[in-house]
């Protein structure tokens, strides 16, 4: 059986990132509202994919995950801005 995507709606004040298909291309997906800023997705974008290896992490943070065991096909994270 296909999954089937859909594509989740995010209030003015929030944004939502999860695995999704956009055109055909299985991948992490952002969502926001109208009260966020690109600087704000960009910010989310580099903290899940920067390649800066630490102590505690190789690689990016879903490589990671990855690498830990981690289905990252279910990663949904959501954060809305404070009032």
């Not at 926001?32 to 992490?57: A, C, E, P």
């Amino acid at each position: 059986m296909k999954k089937r995507w859909r594509k989740p709606k995010a209030n003015d004040n929030e944004i939502k990132i999860q695995y999704g298909n956009i055109n055909g291309e299985i991948n992490i997906c952002y969502f926001y509202g109208k009260d966020f800023q690109s600087q704000d997705v960009h910010l989310f974008h580099w903290f899940l994919n920067n390649k800066k290896s630490t102590d505690y992490i190789h690689g990016s943070f879903l490589e990671e995950l990855k690498n830990r065991g981690y289905d990252i096909s279910t990663l949904k994270i959501s954060i809305q801005k404070r009032s």
